[in-house]
């Protein structure tokens, strides 16, 4: 069975950081390209950050400069490092791989940034 299980959402205030993090088992990990996805109410899931086999990454222009996407193959685990979070950040933030024909999705992780 392939599982993806994100943590390390929570609470922040504007100016903070968070660090997600997705865990996979169940596939070869350095097989796949990484995504994190996110989506706030009312709003459609966009591509936020995504990493490929060879660690190159491409990132959504309001979160460049802020955000960094990275994974470690033998944790089999893909990050996004979150800094100077603001209010329209504020979504549930999924993990996804991609890899011979097939996507998988983790269930998300909510980061919600308010004072």
């Known amino acids: 069975q392939v599982q993806l299980v994100e943590s390390g959402g929570g609470l922040v205030q504007p100016g903070g950081s968070l660090r997600l993090s997705c865990a996979a088992s169940?596939?070869?990990?350095?097989?796949?390209?990484m995504g994190w996805y996110r989506q706030a109410p009312g709003k459609q899931r966009e591509l936020v950050a995504t990493?490929?086999?060879?660690?190159?990454?491409t990132y959504v222009g309001s979160v460049r400069g802020r955000f960094t996407i990275s994974r470690d193959n033998a944790m089999n685990t893909v990050y996004l490092q979150m800094n100077n979070l603001k209010p329209e950040d504020t979504a549930v933030y999924y993990c996804?791989?991609?890899?011979?024909?097939?996507?998988?999705w983790g269930k998300g992780t909510l980061v919600t940034v308010s004072s």
């Open positions: 169940g596939i070869t990990f350095s097989s796949y390209a």
């Open positions: 996804k791989i991609s890899g011979f024909g097939m996507d998988y």
């Open positions: 990493i490929s086999r060879g660690a190159t990454t």
